[in-house]
């Protein structure tokens, strides 16, 4: 065949497989727990039992399940002192903290909510912002990860015990 001749068949497509999928979270889960090993206790809220305001959404008292452990790739934010005019400082310490979406999801059927709370050490923190920025190999229903946004709960706020 002449190099300028037209294949037969086209290349066969890059195409990524349950396979693939399946050993990129066999890896994901192994690194996650057994390398880098940052557990929190996750406390979802309860659905079935939490009184939630019919237009809002809201819910002034929540109901909690119990705790489940999780591995996740937990990422200190540090102390932020703010301002306010007429009310005085303000500090957060807020975290960010990286979970494997089809661990959660497929192994221990939680999904992660913004209202949620998380006990990282002994200090719990309040879910507030949630992102997916993740694809697998660009595929856009293979998303991977789920990044939580938290803040440190306030005292009597929340009381996970």
Known sequence: ?????????????????EKEKNLVKQVNDEIIERVVGQQILYFPIDIETTN??????????KNFLHPI???????????ETS????????????LKVNFHKRRLT?????????????????????????NEPKQLFGQIESRFEVTAECIRARDGVFNGN
């Open 1 to 17: 065949m002449s190099e300028w001749e037209r294949p037969t068949q086209p290349p066969s497509p890059m195409f990524f497989g």
């Open 52 to 61: 939630f305001h019919p237009l809002y959404g809201e819910a002034i008292e």
């Open 106 to 130: 497929e192994d221990q059927n939680l999904f992660v909510r913004e209202g949620d709370f998380v006990r990282y050490g002994s200090i719990y923190y309040e879910i507030v912002k949630i």
């Open 83 to 94: 301002f306010m005019e007429g009310v005085g400082i303000d500090k957060t310490t807020g």
């Open 69 to 79: 452990r999780v591995y996740a790739l937990v990422e200190y934010m540090g102390v």
